[in-house]
């Protein structure tokens, strides 16, 4: 292409015209507030990501449909980050030139790759069931926000439930822990031990390689333990084979459980039938019968406006993805009741995310509070069982341990404080 | 540690090798006619088992047409993997060929999660998960019936290769320019043995995807069969047999003795340390042939 002079002076005549005029993003976007969510579609995070999305979204859908908060609409970018940091990086970047004031990654490497970024940026970065299960410590934290229960609070619920199905007594008690030898496998390791300490039980642990398509030498050795309980820690194909593995073992599945992922889908994988009794950590109801994921049904589902497959609205990561959404835009209304008129920031929002209390999302969540200190939101949770068909509650919503577990937020905290790692 | 449960991981592993040795033999029949290790073995055994799950949830036939329809499917995608791609690789250095399968393996990695969704799919082919005790020793139902299919495919494989086409195929193998001489079509021998190693690889797929769900993890199944392909010989189908045998024991065993005492992640350690020893020690394998070139 050859640029001639007159090209060369138009070009430069429009651009100084422009120039002239100062572009508000804000005013540009007619009223906008922007979240972006450079999620893991296509490798590691799958089994989680689509749902996930399709719930916020919806959620968002929703909001916006009903006019939006203070006349504000929600803008989710949503992009796919591939679990891969430079491309998450990337997104977040662009996320943050185009006045995004939320990022929400779902997924441990990217979330972990972009604290100090968001911490540096002063923008909110949700870690939902990902990340640092420490960034619950707002004090060293402030810009990150897991607003749900973290790994630790999640093996403490888990083991209290034991106890109380034990008689209150778990001394003498066997548990096993078969985890993927990862990181993430490896995170509930510290509160396993210190509660060993407290409670007295005996505690295997049994790491298999990721992804964890080949567990068959694990579960013989878990069965001849003779266990008590059991608990799985993967995720993906690796909690599908540990399922089945127990199953073929023939250990009683009242007394296995795992972590927040497990779902329906990983049930169709596993025969809904024979994975009949298994326990999980829930942070919020599943199914369809919670009232916020009726309007959803109603109000965007069935006028044509879902953003997916409508037998995945009400599945236990789809209502997830509805649950952290609606805490997300719970902040944006606490924002604006504490500063109606902004500037929308990520520091408005903060300050609107840090004083969420007692938010139950019509039913769906448990009384969640988000203070300065706290970023959690209390660590409520409830033990949920399979029941052939769906999960139904096994415990009201609680919380555990908190004690043992804030001791080893404090801790790892301070170190991040003092090494920036 | 109990004998008893050294035996059962002994009886586990002997089956689960078997089961990899089903996508070793595949690799091997390929290097046998055309000389050259596939790495897209893996990725057929991603792709048959999707193609066997689609064709039964998406298209809702029964397991019993699914199979082999999803058998005729694969063995034309190998036959047309050596058409379209890798015929037009002849004359090219070696290197470039499993280049070229290497390709084949990320693209099939990366556009079947994405067209039949990434979830993992059940594929049910009607194997109970039931435990079965014999005595105190638990036997996988899942992985003994795998094995068994597994072991009795190789041993097809073997007969085949006395056959009529199948010694078509090892004088392909033995000297292309030779067998054209003789009137053997050596492209039509190749193209045979990719489908057939395709068809190997859904069968594998099958088994494996019925023990673990279908996902893009079943393509990893390449590292234990070109473990196994190295271990036994690149050319020698019985030598898949018993190197899946002593891989599956050496891995089953690991997870029970070294686990425990290393804190985990031997099972994979142990093929990669049988690929760097037997190249070192025994470049061509327990029982593949030693190729001189005489200079």
Known sequence: MSVTRRTLLSQAAVIALATQFRIDPAAAQEKVIRFAMPQDFTKIYTFVTAEYSQGQKDYIALVNARGGINGYRILAEVSDQGNDLPRAIEQYERAKSQGAILVDPLGTPAARALTPRALADKINLITAYSGRSDAADGTVFPYIFPLSPNYWTQIALLIDYFRTQSGGDLKGKKICFVHIDTPFGKEPLPILKRLQEKLGFEL??????????????IWPQVRRARPDWVVFWGAGVGQTVALTEAIRNGLPLSKVSSSVWLSESDMDVVGRQQAAGVLKVEP????????????ILKEVVEPGKGSGAAEKVGTAYYNYGVMITSIMVEGVRQAFAKAPNGPISGEWLNAGLSSITNFEAEGLIPPTTVTPQDHQGGGKARIARWDGTKFVPATDWFTAYQDVVWDEIRTTAAEFQKSGK | MEFALILELSVNGIFIGLMYALVAAGLVLIYKTSGIANLAQGALAMMGAYVVWAIS???GAPMWLAIPLGLIVMFGAGLLTERLALRRMIGQPVIMVIMLTIGIEIMLRGVLPGIFGAAVKKLDVGIPNDPLFIGDILINRATMIGGLISLALVALSIAFFNSRLGLMMRAVSDDQMASWSVGIRVDRAVAIAWGLSATMA?????LWGSTQGVDWSLSLL???ALAIAILGGLDSIPGVLLAGVLIGLAESLATGLLDPLVGGGTRDVVASVIILLTLLLRPHGLFGREHIERV
């Open chain 2, 222 to 224: 390449l590292i234990k």
């Open chain 2, 57 to 59: 949830a998406q298209l």
């Open chain 1, 204 to 217: 295997s642990t049994f790491p298999y390689t990721p992804p964890g398509n080949d567990q068959s030498a």
């Open chain 2, 202 to 206: 859904t069968t594998a797929g099958i």
């Open chain 1, 284 to 295: 919020c109801a599943s199914g369809r019968e919670p009232r916020l994921i009726q309007q």
